[in-house]
């Protein structure tokens, strides 16, 4: 569904006190439960000799794996594989809200900015909780002391810009197939055209790219990221480090 009218963010119920939950809200929490039963069935029933969903489980759990220990090496990458897995098939889902009819749900700039924040503090647990808190401190002073204020401002604006990258990218997508409905709507109007004749075959290139691959690259753009600004917060470890 690709209309100019639902583009904004939608309250579904409001509380006292300016508290209300969203459309947004609820299509997040729908979808991470959809992705928790996924997870729960693909595990059940293991053999040591995987067939049928086994196959596919094994091969998703091992691409993340690989992914993260690429980034982040052996060690870190598979304490951080379950977070970063998680993440990803999280985002693509919220993404690819339009292939399923409904608005993405990254095309809030409040749940892309929650997932940066999340991140954020991931980066910042994971340096502190390696380095120590003075240590963590002292690489906020390098190279030179005076440094500090701007690496402090670096900080604070990782989550304001993971946030705006992928929230950006989707909600445009979003506002070009919504026109782009809307146009071929006034044309099969003008050209006295059944309804679904143009907005079913025109608009299949752009629905591919907006509805399929562009979710897919926000997702891994965010997730890669994430793992490389963790990494970077994180001591070697000494097997590692030989």
């Not at 679904?196 to 965010?222: K, R, S, W």
């Amino acid at each position: 569904m690709h209309d100019v009218n639902h583009l904004g963010v939608r309250k579904i119920m409001g509380f006292d006190g300016g508290i209300f939950i969203t459309e947004s809200v609820i299509w997040g929490v729908v979808i991470a439960a959809i992705l928790v039963l996924i997870a729960v069935w693909l595990s059940r029933d293991l053999k040591k000799i995987p067939k049928g969903k086994q196959v596919i489980a094994e091969l998703i759990v091992g691409k993340v794996y690989s992914m993260t220990e690429d980034v982040m090496g052996k060690y870190y990458g598979s304490k951080y594989a379950p977070y970063v897995g998680s993440l990803f098939f999280f985002l693509l889902f919220c993404n690819m809200g339009g292939l399923f009819g409904i608005r993405p749900v990254t095309a809030d700039v409040n749940v892309t900015f929650a997932c940066a924040v999340v991140t954020f503090f991931l980066i910042l647990v994971s340096s502190i909780a390696t380095r120590g808190f003075k240590g963590h401190l002292k690489t906020l002073c390098e190279p030179f002391p005076f440094m500090f204020p701007l690496k402090i401002i670096e900080h604070v604006s990782l989550p304001i810009s993971l946030a705006f990258r992928l929230f950006g990218n989707i909600f445009g997508g979003a506002i070009i197939m919504a026109l782009l409905m809307t146009a071929l709507e006034s044309a099969s109007e003008a050209l006295h055209l059944p309804l679904p004749f143009l907005q079913a075959v025109i608009p299949l290139p752009a629905n591919f790219f907006f509805d399929m691959f562009e979710p897919v690259l926000q997702a891994f753009i965010f997730t890669m990221l994430t793992m490389v600004f963790t990494s970077e917060g994180l001591r070697p470890h000494e097997d590692e480090s030989h």
